[in-house]
T-cell receptor, first 112, second 114 residues
Framework: KQEVTQIPAALSVPEGENLVLNCSFT??????LQWFRQDPGKGLTSLLL?????REQTSGRLNASLDKSSGRSTLYIAASQPGDSATYLC???????????FGTGTLLAVQP | DADVTQTPRNRITKTGKRIMLECSQT?????MYWYRQDPGLGLRLIYY???????NKGEISDGYSVSRQAQAKFSLSLESAIPNQTALYFC?????????????FGEGSRLTVL
């Protein structure tokens, strides 16, 4: 059974720092991996999706990497801003059905 | 207007009552999903549907039922609500023919069962 773990559960950094959020999964036979952002009281917003054949994806200040063999993905946020404060969730898709298995998230606080 | 709309956004009910959460989407996606989110447990899949005639159970379907009334509408029902169904419920859509097939979520329905 696929299990997804995110470490740390919470992170507080000063504005301007570069930071890395980690996601690990137990079954390397994945279809894709997605990173989401969730603001308090809001739904999830898709940030990046990495297909199993890809090593990384970039969008603006965000860069997500995928290492299937080691069961790991990282989300790199450059030059963090207070507006980046949110919970970040990674989710693994084991097949074309898009039945995602979610981690429990990392709560990020960027201090001004 | 949101592409994925959930109603109600908040609901407080009593044990044993029947509750329906509704989801509608304007994205034209075939696939729709219902998840619940609990503190410390992340999101878990309740039911999913690939089209009006194709409905499938997720990992935690007991105590829930769904109806796909049209391509754009997918409802989740709790026939007899119980307190451990208190959670934040999300509807999501996707279409592997569009973009990378990522999921798009509604803003959630917070349900409290007393």
């Amino acid at each position: 059974k696929q299990e997804v773990t995110q470490i740390p559960a919470a992170l507080s950094v000063p504005e301007g720092e570069n930071l890395v959020l980690n996601c690990s999964f137990t079954d390397s036979a994945i279809y894709n991996l997605q990173w989401f952002r969730q603001d308090p009281g809001k739904g999830l917003t898709s940030l990046l999706l990495i297909q199993s054949s890809q090593r990384e994806q970039t969008s603006g200040r965000l860069n997500a990497s995928l290492d299937k063999s080691s069961g790991r993905s990282t989300l790199y946020i450059a030059a963090s801003q207070p507006g980046d404060s949110a919970t970040y969730l990674c989710a693994v898709n084991g097949g074309a059905t898009n039945k995602l298995i979610f981690g429990t998230g990392t709560l990020l606080a960027v201090q001004p | 207007d949101a592409d994925v709309t959930q109603t109600p956004r908040n609901r407080i009910t009593k044990t044993g009552k029947r509750i329906m959460l509704e989801c509608s989407q304007t994205k034209g996606h075939d696939r729709m999903y219902w998840y619940r989110q609990d503190p410390g447990l992340g999101l878990r899949l309740i039911y999913y549907s690939f089209d009006v005639k194709d409905i499938n159970k997720g990992e935690i379907s007991d105590g829930y039922s769904v109806s796909r009334q049209a391509q754009a509408k997918f409802s989740l029902s709790l026939e007899s609500a119980i307190p451990n169904q208190t959670a934040l419920y999300f509807c999501a859509t996707s279409d592997p023919r569009q973009g990378a097939g990522e999921l798009f979520f509604g803003e959630g329905s917070r349900l409290t069962v007393l």
